[in-house]
């Protein structure tokens, strides 16, 4: 899993240098703008710094988040701080926002961005999601989007992220989940893992891993088929699946975002 790691902060250094996105979101070969088609507004792409939105998301946790001001906010993976300046702008002045990401480049990328559009209440952590650099319920809510997938341990990843929220705090996530078996050129893709897609696992074992982790009332906000969104990482089986015949992800990977609790 050392492997696969350092493949992903070497794939997610190089989207931080150089504004390319991933094969996370539709502008791989489908879209101009892969923000608007996993449901955030044109507000939103206008409200944060420039460069902060990388196109790297599933869905968008914060639109469910209801966050309040003077909440603390913590993102999982939170690269350019995209959903991380939208959180700031929510909890305002009182508020404060925390971005842990583990790509150096992707911290430096998002505190640029931070100091340049005049954030004070946003701070960038570097660190893994498995070992939060984040105190015992020290977050209000927590967000996340297309990131935990990434994580060998789903299972450790929330329960961190169970650890710092404090009680009654609420998380909100959006997420890549498999409903069947990958075709085998995926499978076992270094590649495919690193675009978010061999790394998945069932929708049954991820609400299993939010449900031993702790969290309660967990409820499923949104649901839909991402195999257009995620149709770059098929490169590894001949191309974008978007323009073949068939779409070999179709009905197999499915982009959730979730809710849930912990009890107060």
Do not use: W
Request: proline share 5%.
């Amino acid at each position: 899993m050392d492997d696969v790691k350092g493949r992903v902060r070497e794939r997610y250094g190089n989207i931080a240098r150089q504004s390319e996105s991933s094969c996370c979101s539709g502008s791989s070969c489908c879209s101009s703008s892969p923000s608007l088609e996993i449901g955030y507004e044109a507000a939103d792409t206008q409200a944060v710094p420039q460069g902060a939105d990388l196109g790297l998301g599933c869905g968008n946790p914060t639109a469910i988040a209801d966050l309040r001001p003077g909440e603390t906010v913590l993102d999982l993976g939170s690269g350019g701080g995209f959903d991380c300046f939208l959180s700031a702008n929510a909890v305002g002045s009182e508020g404060h926002v925390i971005g842990v990401d583990m790509t150096e480049d992707m911290i430096s990328r998002a505190r640029r961005n931070a100091e340049g559009a005049g954030y004070t209440n946003v701070e960038f952590r570097h660190g893994e999601i498995e070992a939060l650099p984040v105190e015992d319920a020290e977050v209000d809510v927590i967000i996340s989007n297309c990131v935990i997938n990434l994580v060998p341990s789903k299972q450790q990843a929330f329960a961190e992220a169970f650890r710092v929220l404090r009680p009654g705090g609420r998380l909100h996530v959006s997420d890549i989940v498999l409903d069947g078996p990958l075709p085998p050129a995926l499978a076992g893709s270094t590649e495919a893992y690193v675009g978010c897609v061999g790394g998945a696992v069932s929708r049954e074992t991820y609400l299993m891993a939010m449900q031993s982790a702790g969290f309660v009332d967990i409820v499923i906000e949104a649901d839909r088929d991402a195999s257009d969104i995620l149709s770059g990482c098929c490169s590894t089986a001949g191309g974008c699946a978007c323009s073949a015949p068939a779409n070999p992800l179709k009905g197999i990977v499915t982009s959730l975002t979730i809710s849930a609790r912990k009890a107060s």
